[in-house]
């Protein structure tokens, strides 16, 4: 057990370094980015006329608004408007593609062991496609993360009959709902899983 969690701990050090390396020498930010940004400005003015004007779910870019709201109240923030909510949009998905690498981890040890939790976290620390977007403003790092999360709370809670962690896998998929449709999913598993558990 402590070899696996050294060997994570690493996986962690190697991710870290591997997205601060590309936040540096990353030109510019997606259209999409873009997008999420004017979708976070405007919940902070008009939330509700905004929120029906958007056709993209609204927990990515409500995140980015508080982080943006926090920056301008910290000392060490961006004095520059446009550099802050740039920095408050790449934070969020920073903090989400470190985050999805535990959430992997514990998803790769309830379905095969902590060996294979530990590479599944490794290929996830490295992997092109989620270090890319954990650098720009893209709601895909947070909403594999949640996504994740509610898989493995959802199979950990029917293992053990854990009905607390079931409806934590519940808000967890409804928060991976809020930030893109695909969320829903992990809820029409569960219910046919419940179903099926409590048929047999």
Same mark, same amino acid.
């Given at each position: 057990?402590? %070899?696996?969690?050294?060997?994570?701990?690493?996986?962690?050090?190697?991710?870290?370094?591997?997205?601060?390396?590309?936040?540096?020498?990353?030109?510019?930010?997606? $259209?999409?980015?873009?997008?999420?940004?004017?979708?976070?400005?405007?919940? =902070?003015?008009?939330?509700?006329?905004?929120?029906?004007? =958007?056709? =993209? %779910?609204?927990?990515?870019?409500?995140?980015?608004?508080?982080?943006?709201?926090?920056?301008?109240?910290?000392?060490?923030?961006?004095?520059?408007?446009? $550099? $802050?909510?740039?920095?408050?949009? =790449?934070?969020?998905?920073?903090?989400?593609?470190?985050?999805?690498?535990?959430?992997?981890?514990?998803? @790769?040890?309830?379905?095969?062991?902590?060996?294979?939790?530990?590479?599944?976290?490794?290929?996830?620390?490295?992997?092109?496609?989620?270090? %890319?977007?954990?650098?720009?403003?893209?709601?895909?790092?947070? %909403?594999?993360?949640?996504?994740?999360?509610?898989?493995?709370?959802?199979?950990? @809670?029917?293992? $053990?009959?854990?009905? @607390?962690?079931?409806?934590?896998?519940?808000?967890?998929?409804?928060?991976?709902?809020?930030?893109?449709?695909?969320?829903?999913?992990?809820?029409?598993?569960?219910?046919?899983?419940?179903?099926?558990?409590?048929?047999?």
């Amino acid at each position: 057990m402590r %070899h696996a969690a050294l060997w994570f701990a690493g996986v962690l050090l190697v991710a870290l370094a591997v997205r601060v390396y590309l936040v540096s020498v990353m030109p510019i930010i997606s $259209r999409d980015g873009v997008t999420f940004i004017r979708y976070a400005q405007g919940l =902070q003015t008009q939330p509700r006329t905004e929120m029906r004007r =958007q056709r =993209q %779910h609204p927990l990515y870019p409500a995140s980015i608004a508080v982080v943006e709201a926090a920056l301008r109240r910290a000392s060490v923030a961006p004095t520059d408007n446009v $550099r $802050r909510w740039l920095v408050a949009g =790449q934070s969020v998905a920073f903090a989400a593609s470190l985050a999805v690498i535990p959430a992997l981890y514990w998803l @790769g040890c309830l379905m095969f062991g902590r060996r294979v939790g530990v590479v599944t976290a490794a290929c996830a620390a490295v992997l092109p496609a989620i270090s %890319h977007y954990g650098v720009d403003v893209l709601s895909d790092t947070l %909403h594999l993360t949640l996504y994740v999360l509610a898989l493995a709370a959802g199979m950990s @809670g029917l293992r $053990r009959r854990a009905w @607390g962690r079931i409806a934590l896998a519940g808000g967890l998929a409804a928060l991976a709902f809020l930030t893109r449709p695909e969320g829903g999913e992990v809820l029409v598993v569960l219910c046919g899983a419940i179903v099926l558990l409590r048929a047999w």
